[in-house]
């Protein structure tokens, strides 16, 4: 059974910078992805950021030029490298991986969430 824990949120002044982190536990011999996702209160959930297996990214355009997510070569751990972060960057923030087996999306792990709190 896959597990994820995520780390790294927290609260900051606009400008700042913060690197959230996604680490899964257990073990998985499909391809995996892995996206980044927000929520706010009352919203649904978004797709902030994401690399394929092949390691290809997607970057929201709110988000793009200030985020960067990676992947360790094992690809067991994951990063979200949020500069210059705004006050509409406010929101928990969740990892998410997707296994693949032929190409089909079989099984989705979601993170707890972390909290990002940006003051203006």
């Known amino acids: 059974q896959v597990q994820l824990m995520e780390s790294g949120g927290g609260s900051v002044q606009a400008g700042e910078s913060l690197r959230l982190s996604c680490k899964l536990s257990?073990?998985?011999?499909?391809?995996?992805?892995m996206g980044w996702y927000r929520q706010t209160p009352g919203k649904q959930r978004e797709l902030v950021a994401y690399?394929?297996?092949?390691?290809?990214?997607y970057y929201d355009d709110s988000v793009k030029g200030r985020f960067t997510s990676s992947r360790d070569n094992d690809g067991r751990s994951g990063y979200l490298q949020m500069d210059s972060l705004k006050s509409e960057d406010t929101a928990v923030y969740y990892c998410?991986?997707?296994?693949?087996?032929?190409?089909?999306?079989?099984?989705?792990?979601w993170g707890q969430g972390t909290q990002v709190t940006v003051s203006s």
């Open positions: 998410n991986v997707r296994e693949y087996a032929g190409g089909v999306p079989v099984s989705d792990y």
């Open positions: 257990g073990s998985t011999r499909m391809i995996t992805s």
């Open positions: 690399m394929s297996a092949g390691s290809s990214t």
